[in-house]
Nanobody
Framework: QVQLVESGGGLVQAGGSLRLSCGAS????????MGWFRQAPGKEREFVAT????????YYADSVKGRFTISRDNAKNTVYLQMNSLKPEDTAVYYC??????????????????WGQGTQVTVSP
């Protein structure tokens, strides 16, 4: 069973940066893809970014492309989300997730089998 713990959220002004981290415990980290999702108040959870098990392939939502970067360090069992040029509309609870059944990327929420508890990101105008 994969357990995920996010960290790095907080309050930042528009235009600023934050880096989220997600540590994983359990079976071989490199055998599954990882994703970041977010959920704003009153809205459905949405896809942000995904990375393959090896880290060689990434995919982003259009809303964050060019501003966010997903990466992973398989030696440390950790995935990161570097967020630059933050906007107030980026305010949400951010969740990392593991796609336990596959090492390939996916933007589909239902394909992720394990989820962290979430970390709040608040961007002030």
């Amino acid at each position: 069973q994969v357990q995920l713990v996010e960290s790095g959220g907080g309050l930042v002004q528009a235009g600023g940066s934050l880096r989220l981290s997600c540590g994983a415990s359990g079976r071989s980290f490199s055998s599954y893809a990882m994703g970041w999702f977010r959920q704003a108040p009153g809205k459905e959870r949405e896809f942000v970014a995904t990375i393959s098990g090896s880290g060689g392939s990434t995919y982003y939502a259009d809303s964050v492309k060019g501003r966010f970067t997903i990466s992973r360090d398989n030696a440390k069992n950790t995935v990161y989300l570097q967020m630059n040029s933050l906007k107030p509309e980026d305010t949400a609870v951010y969740y990392c997730a593991a796609r336990g059944s596959s090492w390939w990327t996916s933007k589909l929420i239902h394909e992720y089998t394990n989820w962290g508890q979430g970390t709040q990101v608040t961007v002030s105008p």
